[in-house]
Nanobody, 120 residues
Framework: QVRVVESGGGLAQAGGSLRLSCVAS????????MGWYRQRPGKEREMVAY??????DYVDSVKGRFTISRDIDKNAVYLQMNSLKPEDTAVYYC???????????????WGQGTQVTVSS
């Protein structure tokens, strides 16, 4: 199986920064893409930042503030979050699109989520 584990969430003040990390491990053969989603209170889960190959996409509300990066060798993805706003408060989930060593298909695997709380 594949395990996806996030870390780095916590409490920040508005205008502050946090850095999220995520590592995929286990039966990982190839990772085609990794990214971050979030679920804000009372809202549906939304894509925050996603990196497929060398191309990165961001939701409009975080453009210019958040930066996604990957370490291919470590099967890791990071989310640098600057100029945080209270509306960034959410549970942040990491996802990885993985080809495992037991399947020819690529499947999406998700972490358990990490809480980010931004105070005003």
């Amino acid at each position: 199986q594949v395990r996806v584990v996030e870390s780095g969430g916590g409490l920040a003040q508005a205008g502050g920064s946090l850095r999220l990390s995520c590592v995929a491990s286990g039966s990982v053969l190839i990772i085609s893409a990794m990214g971050w989603y979030r679920q804000r209170p009372g809202k549906e889960r939304e894509m925050v930042a996603y990196m497929n190959g060398g191309s990165a996409d961001y939701v409009d509300s975080v453009k210019g503030r958040f930066t996604i990066s990957r370490d291919i060798d470590k099967n890791a993805v990071y989310l640098q979050m600057n100029s945080l706003k209270p509306e960034d408060t959410a549970v942040y989930y990491c996802t990885a699109n993985v080809r495992t060593d037991y399947s020819d298909d690529y499947d999406d695997f998700w972490g358990q989520g990490t809480q980010v709380t931004v105070s005003s």
